[in-house]
């Protein structure tokens, strides 16, 4: 039942399939909305209905072509906000510029910080985030933020296959532990660590495994797959250091570069990713599989229009 004015969800051309989910789950209609460009590539806007009063909820995953898709969502606000919306809710399936959130040598920019600033400038009243790179970006805005959380969809994909088997979870790097325990609990299993050292962006080197992964099935969780160097490097270190089987999962499948070619090529069984980043067919290859967040979304979304709890959904 709603309670903050009638839901409307836009978006722009990120991940439309995504939010035609979300839309299916909450049974209405996407609002109709056309995201043009000028003939110099400038972004142009048109609403085609009225949102005065309305509860209205951007869905846009800022996901390659990150700057695009960024000044979408941005040129999105400014209108909705200029038409009197009732209340502006940004949706970030994917919250792009997340890895650059803390100076970590001289001269370094905080673009986390920086889209945060952006987005508060431009009207959103609210954020709802998918598994941050970092949690602390909660603390980037001065606005409301619901930070949900995938591993118990990623986790619920696993129940049938590590039925009867000697499985293990094992974070990448030292920085997953926290999501590597969340999704070991919801499965029951002990968890694995790698000490890793990474000499350069994209670039990992793995040098100690900490837990026993001798003879057993191993999955490996992370936030963010890019390249793809870090989690088929890692997987090639726990078969070398005798584990059995090796899976990979991860929320969200940026996939850039050399990413494809590494993870078909891998010793993971299967890659498993959510839908918060949309896969184009030439992205797409035998061991990948994807579930989807749009039930989680859809009733965050139902959750905040009811001005009721958004954490109990992960209790």
């Known amino acids: 039942m709603s309670k903050s004015g009638d839901i409307q969800v836009f978006t722009g051309n990120s991940n439309i399939k995504l939010v035609d989910d979300i839309c299916k789950e909450l049974g209405?209609?996407?609002a109709e909305c056309e995201v043009k460009t000028f003939s110099d590539g400038e972004i142009a806007i048109d609403i085609a209905e009225t949102v005065r009063g309305k509860d209205v909820y951007i869905v846009q995953s800022t996901s390659n072509p990150v700057n695009n898709n960024l000044m979408e969502t941005l040129i999105l606000l400014d209108a909705l906000k200029r038409a009197s919306a009732g209340r502006i809710n940004v949706v970030l399936p994917y919250y792009g510029y997340a890895r650059q959130d803390r100076k970590t040598k001289?001269?370094?920019?905080i673009t986390a910080k920086l889209v945060a600033d952006l987005l508060t400038v431009a009207g959103a009243n609210r954020v709802v985030a998918m598994d941050l790179h970092a949690g602390q970006i909660q603390g980037y805005f001065d606005i409301p933020v619901?930070?949900?959380n995938a591993v118990p969809t990623l986790a619920e994909y696993f129940e049938d296959i590590v039925k009867g088997e000697d499985f293990v979870?094992?974070?990448?790097?030292l920085g997953g532990?926290?999501?590597t325990r969340r999704f070991a609990n919801h499965l029951n299993l002990p968890i694995a660590i790698i000490e890793k050292r990474r000499p350069r962006p994209n670039v990992s080197e793995v040098m100690n495994i900490i837990g026993d992964i001798?003879?057993?099935n191993c999955i490996l969780i992370d936030d963010i797959v890019d390249t793809a160097g870090t989690i088929c490097q890692a997987a090639k270190a726990l078969q070398e250091r005798g584990a059995k089987k090796v899976y990979g999962c991860a929320t969200h499948g940026v996939l850039s570069g050399p990413a494809v070619e590494r993870l078909q090529n891998s010793v993971m069984e299967e890659f498993v990713i959510t839908d918060t980043i949309a896969i184009p067919e030439e992205k797409q290859f035998d061991k990948l599989h994807v579930v989807s967040v749009a039930h989680l979304l859809a009733e965050a979304i139902r959750r905040i229009n009811a001005n009721t709890s958004v954490s109990t959904m992960f209790k």
Do not use: G
């Open 28 to 30: 209405i209609k996407r």
């Open 106 to 109: 001289a001269r370094e920019p």
């Open 146 to 148: 619901d930070h949900l």
């Open 169 to 173: 979870v094992v974070s990448p790097d």
């Open 177 to 179: 532990v926290t999501r």
């Open 214 to 216: 001798q003879d057993k």
